[in-house]
C-alpha cells in the first residue's frame, strides 16, 4: 500500500516553524560583534544603540544665506506683498558657515550665509531675496514682515544630546551612516554578518561563458542565489556545483558546516531517483521536509547538519526550477538571515492595490504572481507565470500575493508586495 503524503503546508505555519526553530538554534548566547569605521558600515546591523554625546546643529544657525536681524528693529516692516523698502539697517558683519559672529549691535544686520552661527542677540534671518542694497550707503533694505524665529535652525533641533538616534537591530543605511557621522560617531559596534554557503546541484548545468552540450543548460541559479544574499548583507560564499550523487553530496553539506552559519542549496530536494540532497542531510543531520502550500516553491527542506565538535549549521534547500528558488529565498530564506545578522524577524509588507488583469483559474496554492506597475498606478502581470520564465523576476517590480482559491478581476484590490521590501523588509514590518 502506498504511503500517505503529508498535505501542503500553508505558508504562515512554516514561517512560524522556522522562527521558533532559529530562534532556539541561536540560544541566549550573545552575537558576534565588530568594531567598524563608521565610514565603512553600510549595510551592517547595529549592535548597540548609539547614543548621541552631543546638540545636532551644535549652535543656533541660518537655514539660507540672508541677513540676521533683531526683529524689533523694523518695526516698520509691512506686509510680505509690499514691493518697496519699508525699513533698512546698516551691515555691521559678515558671518560665514564655521564662523562665529559678534553680538548684532542693536540697529544693524549682519550678512549671513547657509550653515553659520546666528550672531547673540539676532531672532531672525531675512534671506537675500526679500532685501535690497544701497549702492551709496551701503544700508540693508528690507521688504517683507519679519517673523521672531525665522529662518533659524535652534541647537538641538534635530538630535538632542542623550538622544538615541540609531537603535540595535537597524539595518545602517546611507542616511543612517550620516546620522551616525553628525553625532560624531567615527566608529560603530555592529554584528558579525552571518556567513552563507550557496551549493548548487545538477549534472547539467554549465557555468557561463563554457560550452553547452546537448541536455546541458547554464546555472543561473548561482549567480541568483549568491546575489541575493550579497543584497541582504550577509557574506556569500560561493561552493560551486555538486553532481547528482550521494557521497558527493554528503561530503560537501559535511565540509559547508564546518564554515558557514548557513548552508542553501538549489535542486535535489524533490523525491526523484536523482534528488540526493533531502537524503543527505538526513545522513549528516537532521529536517523537517516540508512540502509548502505555494506556487511556485512547492519543494523545500529546513533542516541542519552536524559539525564536528557537536554544534549545527543551518540547512536550506531550494527548489531547482529558477523562480521557484529565487522566491523561496525570498519568502523563507531572507527571514531567517534577519535573525541570523540580528536585526530581528521581519516579513514583507504588502500595499492593497488595484488590478489591472484577470486570474479567472486560482490555484489551491497561495500564488505569488510577478507583477509591475503600471502608468496609473494599477497591478499588471508578466504574461509568463512558469516556474522557469527567470526573465519574468527580472521584468516585475514586485509580487501580488494571491490567496488560494481566488479569481481576480480587472478592477479589484490585489496584495503587492515590492522587490525592495521582499529583500529588504521595512522596520515598521517587525515581527516578535
Not at 524689533?72 to 560665514?96: F, H, K, M, T, Y
Not at 551709496?136 to 533659524?152: D, S
Not at 554557503?197 to 548545468?205: A, I, S
Request: proline share 7%; net charge negative; charged share 20%.
Amino acid at each position: 500500500m502506498a504511503a500517505a503524503f503529508k498535505p501542503l503546508m500553508p505558508l504562515d505555519e512554516a514561517w512560524s516553524r522556522l522562527h521558533a526553530a532559529v530562534v532556539e538554534h541561536l540560544g541566549p548566547t550573545p552575537r558576534s560583534t565588530d568594531v567598524v569605521d563608521s565610514f565603512d558600515a553600510l549595510g551592517r546591523v547595529l549592535a548597540e544603540d548609539l547614543v548621541s554625546k552631543v546638540d545636532v546643529p551644535p549652535l543656533d544657525n541660518s537655514a539660507m544665506d540672508g541677513y540676521a536681524v533683531r526683529a524689533a528693529d523694523l518695526p516698520l516692516a509691512g506686509q510680505a506683498d509690499v514691493e518697496v523698502a519699508v525699513a533698512s539697517l546698516p551691515q555691521g558683519q559678515r558671518i560665514a558657515a564655521g564662523q562665529v559672529g559678534a553680538m548684532l549691535k542693536p540697529g544693524t544686520c549682519a550678512l549671513i550665509f547657509t550653515g553659520a552661527p546666528v550672531p547673540e542677540g539676532a531672532d531672525a534671518v531675512v534671506m537675500q531675496e526679500h532685501t535690497g542694497v544701497d549702492a551709496a550707503t551701503g544700508a540693508v533694505h528690507f521688504k517683507e514682515a519679519i517673523q521672531v524665529g525665522q529662518n533659524i535652525r535652534r541647537r538641538g533641533e534635530d538630535i538632542a544630546k542623550g538622544q538615541t538616534v540609531l537603535y540595535a537591530g537597524v539595518r545602517l543605511t546611507p542616511a543612517g551612516l550620516g546620522v551616525a557621522a553628525s553625532v560624531g560617531a567615527a566608529s560603530l559596534t555592529v554584528f558579525r554578518r552571518p556567513k552563507v554557503g550557496v551549493l548548487t546541484t545538477g549534472n547539467e548545468l554549465v557555468m557561463p561563458g563554457e560550452p553547452l552540450p546537448p541536455g546541458a543548460i547554464y546555472n543561473s541559479n548561482r549567480h541568483t542565489l549568491r546575489g541575493l544574499v550579497q543584497a541582504t548583507g550577509a557574506q556569500a560564499c560561493d561552493l560551486g556545483v555538486v553532481p547528482d550523487d550521494l557521497a558527493a553530496t554528503r561530503a560537501a553539506l559535511r565540509a559547508a558546516a564546518e564554515q558557514h552559519d548557513l548552508i542553501i542549496t538549489s535542486g535535489g530536494v524533490s523525491v526523484g531517483e536523482e534528488d540526493h540532497l533531502r537524503n543527505a542531510v538526513l545522513a549528516e543531520g537532521g529536517l523537517d521536509f516540508w512540502a509548502l502550500a505555494i506556487k511556485p516553491g512547492k519543494p523545500f527542506v529546513f533542516g541542519w547538519i552536524h559539525r564536528a565538535d557537536g554544534s549545527r549549521a543551518l540547512y536550506m534547500g531550494l527548489p531547482g526550477n529558477p523562480v521557484a528558488s529565487f522566491m523561496t529565498f525570498l519568502l523563507l530564506v531572507r527571514p531567517v538571515l534577519g535573525l541570523l545578522a540580528g536585526e530581528g524577524w521581519h516579513l514583507p509588507r504588502s500595499a492593497s492595490l488595484v488590478a489591472d488583469f484577470s486570474w479567472p483559474k486560482p490555484d489551491k496554492r497561495r500564488e505569488f504572481l510577478r507583477a509591475r506597475l503600471d502608468a496609473q498606478g494599477r497591478v499588471v502581470l508578466h504574461p509568463h507565470q512558469g516556474s522557469g520564465v527567470l526573465s519574468a523576476a527580472a521584468w516585475a517590480e514586485g509580487v501580488v500575493d494571491l490567496p488560494s482559491g481566488t479569481i481576480v478581476r480587472p478592477g479589484d484590490a490585489v496584495n503587492f508586495i515590492s522587490m525592495a521590501e521582499l529583500v529588504q523588509p521595512s522596520l515598521s514590518a517587525r515581527q516578535p
